[in-house]
């Protein structure tokens, strides 16, 4: 006995288009939001701080901090 198996089936008759908008009914439109390039930042050059802490116990903890 020989027997198919069909995955996906057969492509629609008639697809949707895409839009660059949604159509909300009884409440109009929404545009989708446009792909931008946006520049990342340098991240090969860190900066580090250090201050000293004042209040909560930084007496007994060292006071001082370090941020990278």
Do not use: D, H
Not at 27 to 55: I, L
């Amino acid at each position: 006995m020989k027997r198919t198996v069909r995955t996906n089936g057969s492509t629609p008759p008639n697809p949707p288009k895409a839009s660059n908008k949604e159509v909300i009914q009884s409440q109009g439109s929404v545009p989708f939001g446009n792909y931008k390039e946006v520049p990342t930042p340098n991240t090969a050059k860190g900066t580090v701080t250090t201050g000293t802490c004042r209040g909560m116990g930084a007496m007994l903890r060292g006071g001082k901090f370090t941020i990278n």
